[in-house]
């Protein structure tokens, strides 16, 4: 078997074992029968209709060449980032159906000039936004469960107006999101996002849930049907434009701020991995643009050269 063979058996494993969502097989099999053809063009792999190659000539140099093409290619660094992701999956394939004995990407990271930097707010833009609406209307009420609650959990705008109200666990301080592919996975909810919710549950949504249009989803428009994408977007600019925010904002811009905010207060990786949903961690490393001051300032309170307790010791001692 060559590699489009494989390629084949490992589109099936993602439809059938994972049920891995269409739309991401789609783009997986599009970018690794890219990754193939690149290895063609360079000679790594002989072409279709010979059998006889060998896959573990495939080295990460090979595949770094292969990112610096799609970046010279003028690709985004989010489309090479989502390429390295699928060609690391199917790697990690061969290497599990012993096609391969080692797995070349392991290594392989985007390379951080390639890397655009989301928009973040920082911690006062995001108090100014979310104090914006209007708490003596119903709208105002209601945005403001909505911004507590992006800010809070850092879902996609997508997962926000799907959100049902037996997702809120409530005596746990939890909320079960559907993600990408499907998957469920749970987020931990802060006290201040879970009363404003409740403030809108009590005064707004009771009315606009009686006319029945809601499928019990949480937040709802005028006429008590499911908000839409664009209504999160659109209430995002109004806010911006009301707090005086010079920065492009939208409902990533609170995603982005929630992963930048969670790791400069010193969260694990892995952790906001897990609550943004990423499949891969590499997506989340966009994240990782801290502070350098901030990060100095940790080196000289902690490191033991730097603070002081190494020759404090020395002279206790002497």
């Known amino acids: 078997m060559n590699l489009y063979d494989h390629l084949k058996s490992y589109i099936d494993y993602l439809r059938i074992e994972r049920q891995v969502a269409k739309n991401t097989i789609e783009s997986y099999q599009r970018d690794i029968e890219r990754y193939l053809k690149f290895l063609q063009s360079e000679a790594i792999l002989q072409p279709v209709q010979n059998s006889a190659e060998k896959s573990d000539k ?28 699928a ?83 409530w005596t746990d301080e939890f909320v079960r999101v559907l993600g990408k592919g499907n998957k469920i996975r749970y987020i931990p909810v802060g006290q201040s996002a879970l009363k404003w919710i409740k403030e809108y549950e009590l005064n707004v949504r009771v009315r606009l849930a009686a006319l029945d249009l809601s499928g019990d989803r949480v937040f709802l428009n005028r006429f008590g049907k499911r908000l839409s994408r664009q209504s999160v977007w659109k ?23 929630f992963a930048t905010h969670l790791l400069e207060g010193g969260a694990d990786l892995r952790a906001v991995q897990e609550m943004l949903g990423h499949a891969d961690i590499i997506t989340t490393q966009i994240y990782t643009h801290l502070d350098r001051s901030m990060l100095k300032e940790v080196i000289n309170t902690f490191h033991p050269l730097e603070s002081g307790k190494i020759w404090k010791n020395i002279s206790h001692d002497e």
């Open 87 to 169: 060609v690391r999956s199917f790697h990690r394939f061969l290497l599990g159906e012993s096609v391969m004995d080692i797995d070349p990407t392991s290594n392989i990271t985007v390379p951080k000039p390639w890397m655009k930097l989301p928009e973040v707010l920082d911690v006062l833009d995001v108090e100014n936004l979310i104090s914006q609406p209007d708490l003596g209307t119903e709208k105002g009420l209601r945005d403001r469960a909505i911004l507590e609650f992006m800010y809070a959990t850092g879902v996609r705008v997508s997962e926000l107006v799907e959100l049902k109200r037996a997702d809120i666990i």
């Open 235 to 257: 209430i995002l600019k109004e806010y911006a434009a009301l707090a005086g925010i010079q920065k492009f904002v939208s409902p990533h811009s609170l995603r982005h701020s």
């Open 58 to 85: 495939i080295t990460q140099s090979d595949i770094e060449a292969f990112l610096e093409t799609l970046h010279q290619l003028h690709l985004s660094s989010t489309s090479i980032s989502r390429n390295l992701s």
